[in-house]
């Protein structure tokens, strides 16, 4: 237990801070989204760039959920911790229909993730010293939270981020409109995790782990318009004639 009181602190501030931007201010929420996005995608690559050193006493493993049972445990718990909240937290619209509807989706997702940050996969070997919150065994548990984290994320992307662009006829729909790359960041989520089960080569389930969360990361920074939304950019991802970035506009 001492290892998670640093973790534990780590959460009760990122959940306060959420609630200090619980405004229903248009830009708190992209920054929101950003926040989701960036952890998504920089999760496996700073766990994997990690393992590459020895100082931190952690091989790379079979897939990130194995993280779990190394070194950088509190890294892989923290940061799904960290998103669970950002989710659990982000207020999205309601719909009647239950696949485009944004809060019960964002809140089911949430408490997914952190199903699967202390809901560990089965240890490789017998290699289970660093167990401390919960029984060795719960493998299908684990799968099952991921399986839905991650349909969520998909859901998310193709149902719910594709609702609500501001139609445009002066501007045609460009391949690279928002709508486009939601819903191939959705099903590359899908492919990712069918594909996952057949052990293609080694390391199969990590590379599919990382590619869908670097897939779900991404949506949600397009959805946070990180690359900003003046100029062309605007035109073609957002159907919109923006001189400077809405931001930037809103902020002087």
């Not at 909240?85 to 809140?107: A, E, H, P, S």
């Not at 998310?156 to 960041?185: A, H």
């Not at 099903?187 to 990712?192: D, E, P």
Request: proline fraction near 3%.
């Amino acid at each position: 237990m001492p290892r998670y009181t640093k973790l534990f602190n780590l959460i009760f501030i990122v959940f306060m801070h959420i609630k200090n931007i619980q405004n229903h201010n248009l830009f708190a929420y992209r920054r929101l989204r950003r926040a989701i996005g960036y952890l998504g995608i920089f999760l496996p690559f700073i766990l994997v760039l990690l393992s590459l050193f020895k100082f931190f006493g952690t091989s790379i493993q079979p897939s990130i959920s194995h993280y779990y049972f190394s070194n950088l445990r509190e890294i892989f718990t923290g940061t799904l911790c960290a998103v669970g909240l950002f989710l659990i937290c982000y207020k999205g619209n309601g719909n009647k229909v239950i696949w485009k509807n944004d809060n019960l989706l964002t809140n089911l997702a949430g408490f997914m993730a952190i199903g699967v940050a202390f809901i560990p996969t089965d240890p490789i070997g017998s290699s289970c010293t660093q167990c401390t919150l919960v029984a060795v065994g719960l493998k299908e548990l684990h799968y099952g939270f991921a399986a839905i984290l991650f349909l969520t994320f998909a859901f998310l992307s193709i149902n719910v981020f594709t609702i609500g662009q501001e139609p445009n006829k002066e501007i045609p729909i460009s391949i690279m409109n928002e709508n486009n790359i939601y819903r191939f960041c959705g099903y590359g989520i899908i492919v990712c995790i069918a594909l996952i089960p057949f052990k293609l080569f080694g390391h199969a389930t990590l590379v599919f782990e990382a590619f869908a969360l670097f897939l779900f990361g991404s949506s949600w920074l397009i959805k946070g318009r990180a690359l900003g939304d003046k100029g062309a950019i605007g035109e073609k991802l957002y159907r919109e004639h923006n001189t400077t970035d809405t931001e930037e506009a809103e902020a002087s």
